[in-house]
């Protein structure tokens, strides 16, 4: 079975797709009412959602016909983000995924780099492939164009696709349809980047709701409440996620953040410590990497921000 709507407070009545598979992807046939019983668990993961969107589950019936779901099949990954209210616990935004793609802007709204980063940091742990989708191409003035296209240099340059799009006129479109066909994707990003504008486009059934931008401060208003995956007529599956205003990093070891950013990884190899933090020692391959403009800025910035999330208060604000 695979869950195609993810709401998952505690009691609350969900559905799931009994599914069978072709070529290791789930094929729905039906829908089956289920429950998650409060005491239910994962091991080693304290989520605020214990079963996820895109999670493999087997279920019981119980003698009035209530269904209860009893094992979570394992994750092959997943994206995590920590939960903006409570710092201790992580929330799962999606698992079994074949890819990820983070749909952005650079106005209307502004998605910041750090933002962007601190999720390519999380696909980078969990193992998930990640896209970068810039949308609004036909909003942008000249420079707000520019800019565009140094993101879309910087991101390419480390390794990630980046696609140019304007969901409104339809350019960019295409080269998306190919690269989702017969997989697994998860639709991520800011509230008003899009996301739901682009989900119609995809999957026309699915009627998502839309917005304007809020005129006080150029930003998104949530019209998606909770995950639902929805399939195309191809055979793919798209994951539509509510919009994230923040994204907290969750299980990441200091020494290791640094093996999450891909530029970094590669020079860090020249560093004369191997435990090098790459903040202050002496010897640092990366720190220089820095001052010869070989790694950018913005990119060293986040990933400071990354190794400071250590500092739980934080996230209590």
Request: charged letters at 25%.
């Amino acid at each position: 079975m695979v869950l195609p709507e993810g709401k998952c407070l505690r009691e609350e009545s969900l559905r799931f797709a009994q599914a069978g598979f072709d070529d290791g992807h789930p094929v729905a046939d039906s829908l089956v009412p289920c429950k998650v019983k409060g005491n239910f668990r994962l091991k080693g993961i304290r989520t605020t959602n214990p079963v996820a969107v895109g999670d493999v589950v087997n279920y019981e019936m119980n003698r009035e016909g209530f269904a209860f779901i009893n094992r979570i099949e394992t994750r092959r990954n997943y994206i995590i983000r920590r939960s903006s209210n409570l710092s201790k616990q992580a929330h799962i935004l999606a698992s079994n995924l074949d890819q990820v793609m983070l749909i952005l802007t650079v106005a209307h709204p502004a998605t910041a780099t750090t933002f962007i980063d601190r999720f390519l940091a999380t696909a980078e742990a969990y193992r998930v492939p990640a896209v970068l989708v810039i949308n609004k191409m036909d909003l942008y003035t000249d420079d707000e164009q520019r800019y565009a296209a140094d993101l879309a240099y910087l991101y390419r340059y480390i390794g990630y696709p980046v696609h140019l799009i304007s969901v409104k006129t339809g350019e960019g479109l295409p080269g998306l349809h190919d690269l989702l066909h017969g997989k697994t994707t998860l639709l991520a990003g800011n509230s008003g980047v899009g996301k739901s504008t682009l989900l119609n486009s995809l999957v026309p059934y699915a009627n998502a709701r839309t917005a304007e931008l809020s005129d006080t401060h150029d930003q998104g208003m949530h019209t998606t409440t909770f995950s639902e995956m929805y399939e195309m007529s191809d055979g793919a599956y798209l994951i539509d996620t509510p919009g994230i205003r923040g994204f907290g990093t969750i299980e990441f070891e200091k020494e290791t953040v640094g093996h999450y950013f891909p530029e970094i990884f590669r020079i860090s190899a020249e560093c004369r410590f191997g435990n090098c933090t790459h903040t202050h020692e002496p010897g640092c391959a990366v720190l220089a990497a820095l001052k010869e403009h070989r790694i950018s800025q913005s990119r060293y910035d986040s990933y400071l921000s990354i190794l400071d999330d250590e500092d739980e208060g934080k996230y209590r604000e």
